[in-house]
């Protein structure tokens, strides 16, 4: 009887776990695949004609890579989906806003490593009031060691840069991470400089927004490749480490959002599949 009351908590701990990790996070707070709960499921006060909550624009700015649950809590509220109770590494949140008179909802995920603090984040749909994340693999932007852009580099961040003005994103954060190989030093610094190059041919392409640059070398790997692999394969399985992601922060909610808000005026939401 002991063994079976063991068991069936195990079981039911392994059951609450996974229903708070839908997108099959890992341990580093990643994935391949972010699923995104119906709007319908949101839990947030509503009478069932208005879904999510209206945010401070400004505290959803704030929110960065390495922020605990508590301090994520404090600037934008509780999650508003029912991922589960324990192990929850996946917050999704439905906000509402204002563009151009028209009432809209994009949603936002969070992604916690197994520390539980934030790591990766999300929007839905990439672009929605300014928002959303760009996520390029660095191979393809730079040749191996180097920080200068190739040619198709160049066209990749003209045509992230053609979405930044039409997004009329306010702050873009650049961040770049490398593999694991090398040094600590050599890493950070190879970052940096790949973060800031990007940064430099979005303003030249024309973004017109506050920026900042991240470099964070061998930090945040999301494959090990622990597999006895050496020289070239061992190279290319380090692949998805390096990479640069562009995330993006749009407008601050403007006066008349505020008035519209707080009178009560609803518009048509928008039609999710």
């Known amino acids: 009887m002991k063994f079976s009351r063991t068991l069936l908590a195990v079981i039911a701990a392994t059951t609450l776990a996974a229903c708070g990790n839908l997108s099959n996070v890992d341990a580093n707070g990643q994935t391949d695949n972010p699923v995104w709960p119906k709007i319908s499921q949101d839990t947030f006060n509503h009478d069932g004609s208005q879904f999510g909550s209206w945010p401070n624009w400004a505290n959803v700015r704030m929110i960065e890579r390495g922020m605990n649950k508590s301090q994520i809590r404090q600037l934008i509220g509780n999650p508003q989906f029912a991922e589960g109770l324990y192990g929850v590494r ?18 936002y995920k969070v992604l916690f490593d197994s520390k539980m603090n934030a790591q990766s984040f999300y929007w839905h749909p990439n672009g929605c009031y300014g928002n959303g994340t760009f996520r390029l693999s660095a191979d393809f932007l730079f040749d191996f060691d180097k920080y200068n852009l190739t040619p198709n580099g160049k066209k990749v961040v003209a045509d992230i840069a053609k979405e930044l003005k039409a997004m009329k994103a306010q702050k873009v954060i650049v961040e770049g991470y490398t593999d694991r190989l090398g040094s600590v030093a050599y890493n950070l610094r190879l970052s940096q400089q790949r973060a800031d190059r990007v940064k430099s041919w979005l303003i030249h392409d024309g973004v017109k927004a506050e920026f900042k640059t991240i470099g964070y070398g061998k930090a945040n790997q999301v494959k090990a490749c622990d597999n006895g692999l050496t020289g070239k394969a061992l190279k290319e399985c380090l692949a998805p480490n390096r990479r640069v992601i562009i995330r993006a922060f749009g407008q601050a909610v403007q006066s008349s959002d505020v008035y519209k808000m707080n009178s009560g005026v609803k518009g048509p939401a928008p039609m999710y599949k």
């Open 90 to 107: 996946e917050w999704d949140y439905a906000f509402n806003y204002r563009e151009n008179g028209i009432h809209k909802i994009c949603q």
